[in-house]
Nanobody
Framework: QVQLVESGGGLVQAGGSLRLSCAAS????????MGWYRQAPGKQRELVAI???????NYADSVKGRFTISRDNAKNTVYLQMNSLKPEDTAVYYC???????????????????WGQGTQVTVSS
């Protein structure tokens, strides 16, 4: 069974830094794109940053220059280094794996998208 487990959230003062991690586990063959999304209270979930298996990245304008996404393909893990945090960065941050291929119980390969359970990031002013 495939799982995505996030860690690294918490409470930090404005201007501070946090590093989020998301590890995918299970009978994984490969993962196409991994990314981070966030959802603040009363708002829709939005893209923060994504990274392809080849290292191509894309960021929301609101985090460019402050956040850095990276991944370790051997560990099926994606990271989000968040610097110069602002109160408006406060949200639940979710990890997502797009087109995650895995071995199923029948010995074949299937693909699906997966979400982590979310980790709270709170930035105080």
């Amino acid at each position: 069974q495939v799982q995505l487990v996030e860690s690294g959230g918490g409470l930090v003062q404005a201007g501070g830094s946090l590093r989020l991690s998301c590890a995918a586990s299970g009978s994984i063959v490969s993962i196409n794109v991994m990314g981070w999304y966030r959802q603040a209270p009363g708002k829709q979930r939005e893209l923060v940053a994504i990274i392809s298996s080849g290292g191509i990245t894309n960021y929301a304008d609101s985090v460019k220059g402050r956040f850095t996404i990276s991944r370790d393909n051997a560990k099926n893990t994606v990271y989000l280094q968040m610097n110069s945090l602002k109160p408006e960065d406060t949200a639940v941050y979710y990890c997502k794996a797009d087109r995650l291929k895995y071995w199923n119980s029948g010995g074949g390969v299937k693909a699906s998208d997966y979400w982590g359970q979310g980790t709270q990031v709170t930035v105080s002013s």
